[in-house]
């Protein structure tokens, strides 16, 4: 309304600049004006290449408004594919990260969509595994088993970590002098 008035009365009106990112650039700008560590920098990186290889797979343009669920089912499936990840722990660090840009390009009013706030569009994550032991019979049926020299001392340096519960560099880090026959 100001900016109106200003014109009607003949007073100098300031241009303002709209600054717009396109998905694909979007990181960038994060990147730059955003205050976040290193490895969260290479995380933009990363998925911004990893969305750049999906567009060049699939011979389309993303655009905020194309991050739908049949995207996001097709990039969950790209992203499997990909050397290097194997879980669907990282497809959830890619997943997290594509939902930052569209989360902090929403804020700046760059794009209306919403579909990367259904449910459906999780980010991916396995419960991590539970701890898997030996019971005690187990440990003292390996005692029993007959071995070569060489493989008997590996398998007293395991039991005696087993027994113990200390851990491989503590167990290196250990002397003759460190044994007593307390």
Do not use: C
């Amino acid at each position: 309304l100001k900016r109106l008035f200003d014109i009607h009365w003949k007073r100098k009106v300031q241009s303002v600049t709209v600054e717009y990112y396109d998905l694909m650039d979007f990181p960038d700008y994060l990147i730059k004006h955003k205050p976040v560590s290193d490895d969260t920098k290479n995380q933009y990186r990363r998925t911004r290449d990893s969305l750049l290889s999906y567009q060049k797979k699939n011979k389309t343009v993303l655009t905020y408004e194309s991050i739908n669920m049949s995207f996001y089912k097709k990039y969950t499936e790209f992203l499997m594919e990909q050397p290097g990840i194997e879980s669907d722990n990282t497809v959830g660090k890619y997943i997290k990260t594509l939902k930052i840009f569209m989360n902090q390009s929403l804020k700046r009013n760059l794009h209306s969509n919403k579909n990367h706030q259904l449910e459906e569009f999780k980010v991916h994550s396995k419960a991590s595994k539970t701890a898997q032991y030996f019971t005690l019979d187990e440990l003292k049926e390996i005692e029993k088993v007959e071995l070569n020299r060489w493989d008997s001392a590996l398998r007293d340096y395991f039991l005696l970590m087993s027994y113990t519960g200390m851990r491989v560099q503590d167990m290196l880090e250990r002397t003759s002098a460190d044994i007593t026959k307390d």
